[in-house]
């Protein structure tokens, strides 16, 4: 299984673009991809998912450069209400043994 | 449609006793899966279930069982709780394929072992 490993936590403000990358070295060819979001006391949400180049969707972009050994959320204009834990999460075709990471701690201030 | 439903919300036991936490899904998915989270850190896999029938150990399966009872159903037991299984217990479920697309989560079980 592919470990993850991303940057502990990030502090920005409101209207900031906010790129956080997540290293996966040792990924394989089937694995996909993807971001979540949590709040607290609530369970993490779905945020976009990718398997190469780059994925947009209304909330957020995912870039995977070629070699596929890291990706890098990006979130345009955050407000307030982008204050959250970001995890990387990369899954394999072949099993449904899905483990988060440590995640990213994102605060935005005013 | 109430998506992933845990029960119950908040749970306080004695040290030995027993529980069961109950996770029901109306999204006809395939896979199920336990989480745990401690307070300020990331998720923990206790057990996952990829389709009716089968259950597999996560990260932290020990003093933990499951039962995936139906399509619908996964159910997490402690058979003797211990303070160290003090946590907020998330289930969730995803259609199966391709894996980690939209992971569904449960709001979750508050659990203090005393």
């Known amino acids: 299984l592919a470990k993850t490993t991303q940057p502990i936590s990030m502090d920005s403000y409101e209207g900031q673009e906010v790129n956080i990358t997540c290293s996966h070295n040792n990924i394989a060819t089937n694995d996909y991809i993807t971001w979540y979001q949590q709040f607290p006391s609530q369970g993490p949400r779905f945020i976009i998912q990718g398997y190469k180049t780059k994925v947009t969707n209304e909330v957020a972009s995912l870039f995977i450069p070629a070699d596929r050994k890291s990706s890098t959320l990006s979130l345009p204009r955050v407000s307030l209400s982008d204050t959250a834990v970001y995890y990387c999460?990369?899954?394999?075709?072949?099993?449904?043994?899905?483990?988060f990471g440590t995640g990213t701690r994102l605060q935005v201030f005013p | 449609n109430a998506g992933v439903t845990q029960t119950p919300k908040f749970q306080v036991l004695k040290t030995g006793q027993s529980m069961t936490l109950q996770c029901a899904q109306d999204m006809n998915h395939n896979s199920m899966y336990w989480y745990r989270q401690d307070p300020g850190m990331g998720l923990r896999l206790i057990y996952y279930s990829a389709s009716e029938g089968t259950t597999d150990k996560g990260e932290v399966p020990n003093g933990y069982n499951v039962s995936r009872l139906n399509k619908r159903e996964f159910s997490l037991r402690l058979e003797s709780a211990a303070p160290s299984q003090t946590s907020v217990y998330f289930c969730a479920s995803a259609p199966g394929d391709p894996p980690g697309e939209k992971l569904f989560f449960g709001s979750g079980t508050q659990l203090s072992v005393l």
């Open positions: 999460l990369v899954a394999t075709h072949n099993t449904d043994k899905l483990i």
